[in-house]
């Protein structure tokens, strides 16, 4: 009994960089910009809050500098597919990529490694009870989904935002600057990616590796879809997603049956699956995702 | 209007940057190809008669701080012994297997391409029958295929992992002593895939636990995690922590990237109070990397593969089939204190050695070492020792899933010679 309430806490920590990931998609596509490329900025910035918080031995100078690589990605995705009208999924895939390679060849280029940077100072986690802990993160995310949630139906600029993505001619014509809004909530959303990104190093392992987003990024894709567009539902969506990892573990150390091992790991996937054909939201996409706006 | 204008703009830049494309791929198909005409003859004349060989590491790739690491240092060695050149590559993905081998092969640029890891097998068994020139050693792993050109070199890891289980069930018990626990000693394992290689850990480190058992008359619980993978260390963090949240005193790394995410959970564990427990890594000494928590690694001597491959083909005694290497040829064991100096150091040399030097890594393993694994565990571990390396047992290799599951299970219930071909422990 015990057992299964430690899974349920565990699955926090599993939750935050998929809904922090979730919440900042949300807020670009809401604005009508598609950025595949969170995966890209995931292991991007944990790349470089390694390296700074390896370097100055600060952890939290180590989420500045991710939170900033973030917002610089989120800039030129922004930049590129409003001004200079480029492909959006080509823009993600791109950023993908070379996020990807950055982290590779930074590893050789400063530690002569291929695969792992060396241990890095990390951010303490709280503990709840004997052997229970869960990261500061875990406590932050779901009220920054909340913040989001509220900036995007409550205020002025959320309005905005959301005009944007749904008709930015219309937009337009109220005088509403549609790029910049767009380049705004790109460099938001990707902001977000960033803490997701240098939680995953520093906030857990302690340590950068190669890919280390290993598919976040497309899992909090697909938590956006899951959600319909709404970060409420994405903290559900996160913490589904989170808890299916964590109790595919927490049952293998229960059940202990080696024969049972593949098909406990398919928990997620499977349960994923279930779940988001399961529920249906009333909600649609954004009109105009990923179309690029053409001023006339 | 300024619609129109940036309309206009952009085709023209288009246009542009369409005859620049153009231009630009001719130029560096020329230089190329002015490069493959003039570079081939040097290649083929002058260096010709030195040995060439490529060492290509699974998708893992170098810094796993253990596996590929490993198979470098052994290519190195036999780069200093003998003088040959050794070329370095890691594969993209599993998809970009098969064309590396094949175009590495149809160059015949290389004398041995050299593949490290079990994730090559299907790559080999595909193109090694296209290639009879082409020498192949296959390390860690087997196509179950012979064949004049290829060699497959095996490790017995049951023979390590068996002494590595009776000192974490040693250590185990140990740290319970220390902080006044009762109950059954626990221990664990944090893996990665479910493959052949990890079966044989199991077996043997399950072995190790239960003859522990047996012959300390203390009861011993296993645990024993597949994360499915060898590259997320969260989803090792989350493996580990949640046995230690189980009472597991001692685990065993055995998947590469993800098991370094385990040596964190320990450090984090011990660091923030929720008990003291150790970690044991495995392939190259990786005490260094904590040497407060982790005080011995299992060795698997994918080096002394690697340069055996490359000794057989410099010394003219190739022989297509399958090698093994066990704790009598030095190809398994543990890491002996000089061993995890040596690694400190190279750890120091990149930088990766932080606010420690190597002498103080090898102080305190041994101090730790000397207070966790007393002598009786000691004694034990040569005694089974003895056994293996003078034949007396034989640890199985199970050829299917469902024999390996029947070796665990029996394993389980503490029918120790379930897991061996040969001999018997009383």
């Not at chain 1, 922004?78 to 480029?86: D, E, I, K, Q």
């Not at chain 1, 229960?254 to 049972?260: E, N, P, V, W």
């Not at chain 2, 290689?197 to 077996?203: D, S, T, V, Y």
């Not at chain 2, 260094?288 to 000794?311: E, F, L, N, Q």
Request: proline share 4%.
């Amino acid at each position: 009994m015990i057992y299964i309430l430690t899974t349920f806490i565990n699955a926090l920590n599993f939750m935050v960089p998929i809904l922090l990931a979730s919440i900042g998609e949300i807020l670009t596509e809401r604005s009508g910009i598609v950025n595949i490329g969170i995966e890209g900025i995931l292991n991007l910035s944990a790349f470089t809050s390694a390296v700074a918080a390896f370097t100055t031995g600060n952890p939290f100078l180590g989420f500045v500098v991710g939170i900033a690589t973030g917002a610089l990605l989120g800039l030129v995705h922004g930049v590129l597919s409003t001004y200079l009208r480029g492909d959006q999924i080509i823009i993600g895939i791109g950023v993908n990529i070379v996020s990807y390679s950055i982290g590779v060849l930074g590893l050789i280029a400063l530690w002569k490694q291929h695969g792992a940077s060396p241990r890095i100072p990390s951010l303490p986690l709280i503990s709840i009870s004997e052997g229970l802990s869960i990261s500061l993160l875990a406590l932050v995310s779901p009220i920054l989904a909340i913040a989001v949630w509220w900036f995007l139906t409550k205020t002025d600029i959320g309005l905005k935002i959301r005009a944007c993505g749904e008709d930015p001619r219309a937009a337009e014509a109220m005088g509403i600057k549609v790029f910049r809004m767009q380049v705004m909530a790109t460099v938001l959303g990707a902001m977000l990616s960033g803490v997701a990104g240098s939680y995953l190093v520093l906030g857990i392992v302690s340590q950068f590796v190669r890919g280390i987003a290993a598919g976040r990024g497309f899992i909090a894709l697909a938590n956006v879809a899951f959600s319909g567009w709404n970060p409420l539902i994405a903290i559900l969506g996160a913490y589904i997603f989170g808890f299916l990892d964590a109790l595919a573990i927490s049952l293998q150390i229960a059940i202990g049956a080696i024969a049972l091992a593949y098909p406990l790991r398919m928990i997620p996937y499977i349960g994923t699956l279930a779940i988001v054909s399961m529920f249906r939201w009333r909600a649609r996409a954004p009109r105009y995702l990923g179309k690029p706006y053409i001023k006339e | 209007m300024c619609g129109v204008y940036m309309a206009r703009f952009s085709r023209a830049i288009s246009r542009g940057l369409l005859i620049g494309l153009v231009v630009a791929i001719i130029v560096i198909a020329c230089v190329a190809a002015y490069m493959a005409i003039t570079m081939y003859p040097t290649t083929a004349g002058v260096e010709r008669k030195k040995i060439r060989v490529a060492v290509l590491f699974d998708v893992g790739g170098r810094g796993d701080l253990s596996f590929n690491d490993m198979a470098w240092l052994g290519a190195e060695r036999a780069r200093e012994e003998f003088g040959i050149d050794v070329d370095f590559m890691t594969p993209k993905s599993l998809a970009d297997m098969v064309p590396l081998l094949e175009q590495l092969a149809s160059s015949r640029r290389y004398d041995l391409l050299i593949l490290v890891g079990f994730l090559w097998t299907d790559a080999l068994n595909k193109t090694a029958d296209k290639f009879p020139h082409q020498k192949f050693a296959l390390i860690d792993a087997t196509t179950g295929v012979v064949r004049p050109n290829e060699v497959d070199i095996l490790f017995r890891e049951q023979e390590c992992a068996a002494l590595i289980g009776i000192i974490a069930a040693g250590m185990a018990e140990k740290l319970m002593e220390e902080e006044g626990l009762s109950g059954p000693i626990k221990i664990g394992a944090v893996a990665g895939m479910d493959i052949p290689p990890l079966w044989k850990f199991h077996i043997g480190y399950l072995f190790g636990a239960k003859y522990f058992e047996k012959k300390m008359g203390k009861p011993v619980e296993f645990y024993w995690v597949y994360t499915g993978t060898f590259t997320d260390p969260a989803k090792g963090f989350e493996a580990a922590w949640n046995m230690l949240q189980k009472g597991v005193k001692v685990l065993y790394g055995l998947a590469g990237l993800t098991h370094v995410g385990m040596f964190n959970a320990v450090i984090k564990w011990n660091e923030e109070g929720h008990g003291k427990a150790f970690a044991i890594g495995q392939d190259a000494s990786q005490e260094w990397y904590a040497p407060m928590y982790i005080p011995i690694s299992g060795a698997k001597r994918v080096d002394v593969a690697v340069y055996t491959a490359i000794k057989m083909v410099v010394e003219g005694k190739w022989k297509g089939g399958i090698i093994t290497l066990g704790l009598k040829e030095g190809g398994v064991g543990i890491w002996d204190l000089e061993g995890v100096k040596w690694f400190a150091e190279l750890a120091n040399e990149t930088k990766q050695l932080r606010g420690m030097t190597p002498e103080q890594v090898y102080e305190i393993v041994k101090s730790v070492r000397e207070k966790y694994i007393p002598d009786e565990v000691w004694e034990l571990v040569h005694e089974l020792e003895e056994k293996i390396k003078n034949g007396e047992i034989v640890f199985k290799t199970p050829k299917t899933h469902e024999e390996y599951e029947k070796i665990v299970a029996e394993l389980l219930k503490g029918n120790l010679n379930a897991a061996l071909e040969k001999g018997r422990i009383e």
